[in-house]
């Protein structure tokens, strides 16, 4: 079954970097576009980062443009969340994000289990 497995939050102060891993399994992984999303404490999910399968080009949301950096390996189908200038406002719940097809082709939304991220002094 799919299985999506991040890890590398943790605390971090103001100014700081992590990075995120998101290790997949269980479908294609190179076939398919890969997501991070975050949820802030008391606010709703939003999309931060998504890398496409082929080319391997990246979109990012205004907040975290310049900062942020999606990346993907697919020999070992791990997508990857690089932080820098981390600020306050990053912290969040980050979670990794696929739609996957069966081989009767409906497609299913699969999240990880989600890695705390708080940027603190």
């Known amino acids: 079954q799919v299985q999506l497995v991040e890890s590398g939050g943790g605390l971090v102060q103001p100014g700081g970097s992590l990075r995120l891993s998101c290790a997949a399994s269980?479908?294609?992984?190179?076939?398919?576009?890969m997501r991070w999303y975050r949820q802030p404490p008391g606010k709703e999910r939003e999309l931060v980062a998504a890398i496409d399968s082929v080319s391997g080009s990246t979109n990012y949301a205004d907040s975290v443009k310049g900062r942020f950096t999606i990346s993907r390996d697919n020999a070992k189908n791990t997508v990857y969340l690089q932080m820098k200038s981390l600020k306050p406002e990053d912290t969040a719940v980050y979670y990794c994000y696929a739609a996957v097809r069966d081989r009767f082709g409906l497609q299913s939304d699969y999240w990880g289990q989600g890695t705390q991220v708080t940027v603190s002094s």
């Open positions: 269980g479908f294609f992984f190179s076939n398919y576009v």
